[in-house]
């Protein structure tokens, strides 16, 4: 095998076990623990007084709608929420790990399905939080296919709003001829998040946030997928950039964890999507 295909492999690898290590169950479980059976994606859920909008979860790459959201989906569900999942960026003859197509396509079938849950809740906006992609490509969405006017609320879980370097694992692609159009060609989602792409250049130029929209980031500084992890931060007025590690120092959390079952990390997103209940988030929101 040539040099530079051993590099794109390692850079899919590193990648795929960042996104699955920490995975509460095997791929064949997710797929038969059916969301509905868990009190998400029930399209007759209808928004209460307490909660009115609905939540959409959008998976990080290499994942899908269930895997990604065993454990969050039913901590917000429990809580009163109408939650929903998508599945999204689908490569053919890919089973299972999603997100690896182009980001702009994911963030049409992502505007696609909050169209879907308004229609089905009767609900004029809604609320996203998503993980690792799942909170960047939102803001495509957000930004140039209207979901700012059906939007409230995001929130990014250690998000590549500004790609990764993976310690600069990412730099060595210079190095190969052909080697980044390689990876375009088989795992577009991937390309476009190498930190400097066309994409993120397109995304991020003329601000990082649209009006009308509250925004939160919360991060790691154990990442090891999207590094440096400050560059998952948004400027902005409407935005509020969280630390982890400022809420409790203790949280060992990286990539994956923070997303699939950091309950830290939970409550603070549950501050973000009711801020007006909002509780402090310390070590023993752990135990909430």
């Not at 990080?60 to 109408?82: I, Q």
């Not at 696609?112 to 809740?121: E, G, N, Q, R």
Request: aromatic share 8%; hydrophobic share 45%.
């Amino acid at each position: 095998m040539l040099p530079w295909k051993r590099v794109l492999r390692s850079l899919a690898a590193l990648l795929l076990t960042a996104a699955v290590a920490t995975l509460p169950t095997a791929t064949a479980t997710a797929q038969t623990a059916a969301a509905p059976s868990s009190g998400w994606n029930d399209y007759s859920c209808k928004p209460s007084a307490a909660h009115p909008r609905p939540v959409v979860l959008v998976h990080g790459t290499f994942a899908n709608s269930v895997d990604n959201w065993l454990a969050f989906a039913p901590y917000l569900k429990n809580r009163g929420y109408c939650v929903f999942s998508l599945d999204y960026g689908q490569l053919p003859g890919v089973p299972f790990f999603n997100g690896l197509g182009p980001v702009d396509r994911s963030a049409e079938q992502l505007k696609a399905f909050v169209d879907k849950v308004l229609a089905a809740t009767g609900t004029a906006e809604a609320d996203l939080v998503g993980h690792s992609q799942g909170g960047m490509m939102p803001r495509y969405y957000l930004k140039f296919l209207g979901g700012a006017a059906k939007v409230n609320a995001f929130v990014g879980i250690a998000p590549s709003n500004r790609g990764t370097t993976l310690n600069g694992l990412t730099q060595l692609l210079d190095h190969f001829p052909g080697a980044g159009d390689l990876l375009s060609a088989n795992t577009p989602a991937l390309a476009d998040q190498v930190a400097g792409s066309a994409f993120l250049t397109k995304l991020n130029e003329g601000g990082d946030t649209v009006p009308g929209v509250r925004y939160t980031v919360l991060a790691t500084k154990y990442d090891e997928v999207v590094t440096p992890y400050r560059s998952q931060f948004l400027s902005g007025s409407n935005v509020h950039n969280v630390l982890l590690q400022d809420l409790c120092p203790l949280d060992l959390s990286e990539h994956a964890a923070i997303g699939l079952l950091d309950r830290i990390a939970f409550h603070e997103v549950a501050n973000a999507l009711d801020p007006a209940r909002a509780t402090p988030t310390t070590c023993a929101s752990a135990f909430s």
